[in-house]
């Protein structure tokens, strides 16, 4: 068997004086080129060939061997060799002495199966990481410092299985944060998003699962769902927060499970599938509100990432305009025009200012002034709507009703002057031309009476 | 002489560790192997679980 598409063939040494040993690595390594040394001065034979792109040393090397295994640890770590410590002996000691020697991995003999993939997958995440100046001008465009660091960090979980929540306002780069996610997991399979909100729960549902033909009205054929199509590779579940809780627990046993029933059919499906989950409301209040299973949220929750809306990030617009142009037609902005463009909110965030692009690439001129911007501006916040209303404000009017969704956005620019004017009352009054009467209404319904730190003059 | 039982112990966990380890793997590979590979494996997990019982006897003699 040929190692998977997206891992190169290698070259490794096992270092094991076991024969069964031996086999059992030779199985996990199908494809890879193989050398094997029982002992260590075979072994050290071998590295000075140098030759070598991983090396599993396991510690003893013969029952009288006094770990003999370690003294190789330094002069593999000095050939550039990933190495990787296998051993039965796995006590603190020997774990910290070998990585203070210069090994990369450590694990336990036991799960050959799995550790093996995860040192794998580890490799290639180690070898792949110099290039990850490219990711941030090619793949997922910032230069912003903080969101780097995010993404970095995230990536060091990219080989694992460990769910990724992705939180962030529409349009700030969450599918393709998800999609680079997925490149940098050396999973053989396909990323597979899917976008919750935009299905009815019966549709989803066969979605999600797939279903047999006739299993209901216009289910003329047999149709795999997103589950199975995911299989060895990545879900990315977007807009989480608009799923019923019904569909929640389906999900979750599926997950659990790893095995689900597509609709209308009697025998399970298997699917290994990591998850990566995105929405751009606040979880918290998602959980607290009832509308995210505490169970169903345990289970996306591993590591959380948020993204910034681009407004925070405004050292993002002139590469990102730079990025969509490339390879088109490129345009020269005034130094006003490029004033108003880092000025302006872009409460659409990248998708935006991508509609910007798409509108200055169709017509107009290739020398952009500050006028023909403002205008561009103006037209993309009357189509868009989100210079107002925002995606989770909709949806949230449509599932608990205006009057609540009013009172919500009321609480909302009341708690913030509140704040920008230090809690003084009468500032807010003037600020926000609201009555007294609704003014305290709120700040009660907020939890803030008159009075109370945030709430005195 | 308990410095010596204490190491004779820390090698018996090694090798049981160890060696049972392979033998799980082995069993999984059977699974795959073709019977040639099969017969193959059978003689090196026989060996193996000989040098198990080994390992338990020289443990079991230290020190006697």
């Known amino acids: ?457 | 002489m308990e410095a010596t039982k204490g190491k004779a112990l820390e090698n018996l966990i090694h090798d049981l560790n160890s060696k049972c380890s392979s033998l799980k793997g082995a069993a999984v590979l059977l699974r795959e192997a073709s019977e040639q590979e099969q017969r193959d494996l059978l003689v090196l997990i026989k060996k193996q679980a000989e040098s198990l019982l080994e390992a338990i006897t020289v443990f079991e003699n230290t020190g006697s």
């Not at chain 1, 597979?192 to 935009?198: E, G, Q």
């Not at chain 1, 209901?216 to 060895?232: H, I, M, S, W």
């Not at chain 1, 993204?307 to 617009?317: G, V």
């Not at chain 1, 009075?451 to 003059?457: A, T």
């Open chain 1, 1 to 457: 068997m040929a190692p998977p598409a997206n891992m190169s063939k290698l070259s490794i040494l096992v270092v094991e004086d076991e024969p069964l040993a031996q086999k059992v690595m030779a199985g996990r390594l199908p494809g890879h080129a193989i050398d094997f040394a029982s002992d260590a001065k075979t072994a050290r034979q071998m590295l000075q060939k140098g030759n070598h792109n991983l090396c599993f040393i396991d510690l003893k090397l013969g029952r009288k061997d006094d770990c003999s295994g370690l003294n190789l640890i330094p002069l593999a770590a000095s050939k550039k060799v990933y190495t990787v410590v296998m051993t039965g002996h796995d006590s603190e000691e020997h774990v910290e002495k070998a990585y203070a020697l210069g090994c990369d991995d450590f694990y336990a003999k036991g799960n050959e199966g799995d550790n093996v993939k995860a040192v794998l997958a580890r490799y290639f995440h180690k070898r792949a990481a110099p290039q990850n100046g490219k990711l941030f001008k090619e793949c997922f465009i910032t230069e912003d410092p903080e969101t780097h660091a995010g993404i970095r960090q995230a990536l060091q979980y990219a080989p694992s299985d460990l769910p990724i929540l992705i939180l962030g306002p529409s349009g700030t780069g969450k599918t393709s944060l998800a999609k680079v996610l997925h490149d940098h997991s050396n999973r053989p399979g396909k990323f597979v998003a899917i976008n919750c909100s935009a299905y009815t729960e019966d549709l989803l549902e066969a979605e999600l699962f797939g279903c047999r033909r006739g299993a209901f009205t216009g289910a003329a054929e047999n149709r795999k769902g997103v589950l199975l199509l995911a299989d060895q590779g990545t879900l990315f579940l977007d807009e989480i927060g608009s799923m019923s809780l019904n569909m929640q627990a389906k999900l979750l046993k599926a997950i659990e499970e790893k095995s689900f029933f597509p609709l209308g059919s009697e025998s399970p499906e298997t699917s290994h599938f990591r998850i990566i989950s995105a929405t751009l409301e606040d979880i918290q209040s998602l959980v607290k509100t009832g509308r995210l299973r505490f169970d169903f949220f345990q289970r996306l929750h591993g590591l959380t990432i948020r993204l910034k809306p681009l407004a925070r990030r405004r050292c993002d617009i002139f590469p990102l305009l730079s990025f969509f142009t490339r390879g088109g037609r490129r345009f020269s902005f005034s130094a006003q025009a490029k004033e108003l463009l880092l000025q302006h909110d872009w409460p659409g965030n990248i998708r935006e200012l991508k509609k910007l692009v798409d509108l200055l690439e169709a017509g107009g001129e290739g020398q952009v002034g500050a006028e023909a911007v403002q205008k561009l501006l103006n037209t993309l916040s009357i189509e868009e709507g989100e210079g107002f209303i925002t995606e989770e404000q909709y949806r949230f009017a449509r599932q608990e009703g205006l009057e609540k969704a009013v009172r919500r956005f009321l609480d909302a620019v009341i708690q913030r002057n509140l704040a920008e004017n230090k809690g003084k009352i009468r500032k807010v009054l003037a600020d926000l031309k609201v009555s007294t009467r609704l003014l305290y209404r709120s700040l009660k319904r907020g939890g803030h009476p008159p009075g109370s730190p945030n709430g005195s003059d």
